[in-house]
């Protein structure tokens, strides 16, 4: 059966400390992995991640796939109180389905 | 990109009532899909909604409970029957526009409580 784990379950960290958040999966015809970001009932789109070792980037966040271990993670320098959220790892299939991780709660203090 | 338009927003409900949560995209697309998130857990993929054919629905979801409707290719409502405060969730619509591998998009989620 297809999954995806995250960890940890949740953090918490002061403003300005570097985060790195994971994710492990077992699918079947996998096809990419995505990271998503959750404040309050919609997911909004981060990464997608297709090919191992290709680093995505966008301002502090950076995130990377390692295809033959088969992780991510995803990283947050500088962290601000406005990264707070939940951090979901999703991966699709060759049947097109998204497989959702449980999630990470971050939380970031002033 | 998709813009999709989900509601109601929330709603609070009388337990053995039905609600039925609306979704329409600004875009033609192929594949619909319907999450439920419940407290503290992870979206939980319910059903695909496919035009012109039944909804696929995964493992612990049944029609009964979640029927399916996909008239056009650019809107899809998810009923949720005979409400228990089990269902009490956030149920999201997502759409797939170009195919995998490629972001899925989200609507802006319904909250329920049923009470």
């Known amino acids: 059966e297809d999954k995806v784990v995250q960890s940890p379950l949740s953090l918490v960290v002061h403003e300005g400390d570097t985060v790195t958040l994971n994710c492990s999966y077992e699918?079947?015809?996998?096809?990419?992995l995505l990271w998503y970001k959750q404040e309050k009932k919609a997911p909004t789109f981060l990464f997608m991640l297709t090919s191992s070792g290709i680093e995505k980037k966008s301002g502090r966040l950076s995130s990377i796939l390692d295809k033959k271990e088969l992780f991510s993670i995803l990283n947050i320098t500088a962290t601000q109180t406005g990264d707070s959220a939940i951090y979901l790892c999703a991966t699709t299939s060759g049947t097109y389905k998204y497989i959702f991780g449980t999630g990470t709660r971050l939380k970031v203090l002033a | 990109s998709a813009v999709i338009s989900q509601k109601p927003s929330r709603d609070i409900c009388q337990r053995g009532t039905s609600l039925t949560i609306q979704c329409q995209v600004d875009s033609q697309v192929t594949m619909m899909f319907w999450y439920r998130q419940q407290p503290g857990q992870s979206l939980t993929l319910i059903a695909t909604?496919?035009?012109?054919?039944?909804?696929?629905?995964e493992s612990g979801f049944v029609i009964d409970k979640f029927p399916i409707s996909r008239p056009n290719l650019t809107f899809s409502t998810l009923t949720v029957s005979n409400m228990s405060p089990e269902d009490s969730s956030i149920y999201l619509c997502?759409?797939?526009?170009?195919?995998?591998?490629?972001?899925?998009?989200f609507g802006q989620g319904t909250r329920l409580t049923v009470v």
């Open positions: 909604a496919n035009q012109g054919s039944e909804a696929t629905y």
């Open positions: 997502s759409v797939d526009v170009q195919g995998a591998p490629t972001e899925a998009f």
């Open positions: 699918v079947t015809n996998f096809r990419s």
